[in-house]
């Protein structure tokens, strides 16, 4: 069983920073793209960063210049360092990672954790 587990997430007033962590655990043989995605209040999941296991990334125009995305392959983690953080910035954050198994090769979701930036 893979389980995806993310923290660092938090109360935070606009213009601060944070980071967030996601660690997988389980029956891992590999691990491909890393991601963040997030949900706003009333509004659909939707992509923040991703990063494939050889670290090449790709951001939402949202969190160009603001975000990174980080990965470390020897312990399985995915990071999303976030700076500059705005009100709109308020959701609940997953991560997401497609893994290769023994037996099965798919896409593992995070329990999320809440990000909520002031003003």
């Known amino acids: 069983q893979v389980q995806l587990v993310e923290s660092g997430g938090g109360s935070v007033q606009a213009a601060g920073s944070l980071r967030l962590s996601c660690a997988a655990s389980g029956n891992i043989f590999r691990i491909n793209d890393m991601g963040w995605y997030r949900q706003g209040p009333g509004k659909p999941r939707e992509l923040v960063a991703s990063i494939t296991e050889g670290s090449s990334t790709n951001y939402a125009e949202s969190a160009k210049g603001r975000f990174t995305i980080s990965r470390d392959n020897a312990k399985k983690k995915v990071y999303l360092q976030m700076n500059s953080l705005t009100p709109e910035d308020t959701a609940v954050y997953y991560c997401?990672?497609?893994?290769?198994?023994?037996?099965?090769?798919?896409?593992?979701w995070g329990q999320g954790t809440q990000v909520t930036v002031s003003s």
């Open positions: 997401n990672a497609f893994v290769v198994t023994g037996a099965t090769s798919r896409d593992y």
